[in-house]
């Protein structure tokens, strides 16, 4: 099913799914991130909601959180009970427009609601299908996971430990790896012909998603185990290479240095003029690692002695890399930030937002802001052959909301000066 472009800016940017339907069906990361992907790439997206939204519509102060602004911007908002016979049914004739379809539902409430693969198999049989889930099939199959969940059971977290304790990470870096795999499936189910019906679904586990990313640490234990004769992990890159990590400069600010190589190693203690510089005992990788503590505590030591202006104008004349260490409310301050194709901008409910957008691009179509809550029901309603009168009934009993109707509160409050002194 094709649909004509609606940004006038296809025509000018990389829209390869220009005409293209998607369905998202779901809420947080994972789904969300996928379909912001595909929405990138010149998708229509319709976000099916219940009556009480996605959750990350109210996780700030009772309103959208930075999840639901950075990944639900340029979609459309269908808001349907689908526990209910008559919002089911309007899902299933939206389902027959669709090429592609992306939840990640419990396994169990995708049955309760009956919208699972062969649930709507009779409306579209020609639907792409992906399920992001916990687990792919395995004894698992039907276990819940979550981000956290993922990060411990694939060994992520044993390394990630915060006074002693295995943490999660801060970021939720597997749904949204998982957003990836699932639309690295889909477009290659794109691309496929005569695919069949079985190939048109796919699963896409939280836990399988970390055990691919994890892939070199499973090779990495395997190979020393089968040459020192004991399981060992290999070392982050901090302490495998001193001078790999981040060090503070005299007024205080932190510095990450890409030492890597003995050339790397050369340049550095050179540009800081520090006594290193030209001993052969350390001139290589292995000896530096042998005296890991003395190299550390002398790249300690000539960091703390230059200020960040100079330590940049060293490092940079040097040609090592190297970057400041910012806090995220700097981070897209930076020029390299600010280069066309990189970030979007809307404004919602009296707030400005820039968004980072899908790399590789060189001009953005503009982005729509963040639907509300059902802002775009009555016209997919009509679009879907529902009358006025039709649409006023499935209003009226709840199968669908509309903007205004069951939409939750805006609670932000306006940001105010503090009082003087």
């Avoid at 996928?34 to 998708?43: D, E, K």
């Avoid at 049955?111 to 698992?140: M, S, V």
Wanted: glycine letters at 8%.
């Amino acid at each position: 099913m094709h649909y004509p472009p609606t940004n006038a800016l296809d025509a000018m940017t990389p829209r390869p799914l220009a005409g293209r339907r998607v369905i998202e069906l779901g809420t947080m990361i994972a789904a969300p991130f996928a379909t912001h992907i595909l929405a990138n790439l010149g998708a229509e997206v319709i976000k099916v909601e219940p009556p009480s939204g996605d959750t990350t519509r109210a996780l700030v102060r009772g309103g959208p959180s930075g999840t639901f602004l950075a990944y639900n911007h340029s979609k459309q908002s269908l808001c349907l009970d689908l526990t209910q016979p008559e919002g089911l049914e309007v899902f299933q004739r939206l389902v027959a427009t669709a090429d592609i379809l992306i939840h990640n539902l419990s396994p169990a409430a995708t049955r309760k609601l009956r919208i699972t693969r062969d649930d709507l198999a009779a409306f579209n049989p020609e639907l792409i299908y992906c399920h992001i889930r916990g687990y792919a099939h395995g004894p698992q199959h039907d276990d819940l996971a979550t981000n956290p969940v993922a990060e411990a059971q694939t060994g992520a977290m044993d390394d990630h430990r915060v006074n002693g304790r295995p943490s999660r990470f801060g970021p939720s870096y597997h749904d949204q790896f998982a957003g990836c795999f699932a639309v690295i499936r889909v477009l290659a189910a794109l691309l496929a012909r005569d695919l069949t019906p079985e190939q048109r679904y796919f699963e896409i586990g939280l836990y399988e998603t970390g055990l691919h990313v994890a892939g070199r640490d499973y090779a990495g234990v395997q190979l020393k185990t089968q040459l020192l004769g004991r399981p060992e992990k290999e070392g982050g890159g901090e302490f495998s290479s001193p001078g790999y990590g981040a060090y503070l400069t005299a007024d205080g600010r932190w510095v990450y240095l890409l030492v890597l190589t003995d050339a790397h190693w050369a340049k550095l203690t050179r540009a800081l003029s520090m006594p290193e510089a030209g001993d052969e005992s350390l001139a290589r990788l292995r000896d530096r690692k042998k005296q890991r503590d003395r190299c550390e505590a002398a790249v300690v030591a000539a960091m703390a002695k230059v200020s960040f202006a100079d330590c940049e104008r060293l490092l940079r004349e040097a040609g090592l890399g190297f970057t400041e260490v910012l806090p995220v409310e700097r981070v897209l301050e930076a020029p390299q930030a600010r280069q066309p194709g990189k970030l979007n901008a809307f404004d919602y409910r009296g707030y400005h937002f820039d968004v980072p957008e899908l790399p590789g691009q060189d001009a953005l179509a503009a982005a729509t802001p963040p639907p509300e809550l059902g802002e775009h029901s009555l016209a997919l309603l009509a679009a879907l052959g529902f009358d006025p009168a039709a649409s006023a009934a499935l209003l009226a009993q709840g199968a669908v909301a509309a903007a205004g109707e069951n939409a939750q509160p805006f609670a932000w409050a306006p940001v105010r000066d503090k009082p003087a002194g």
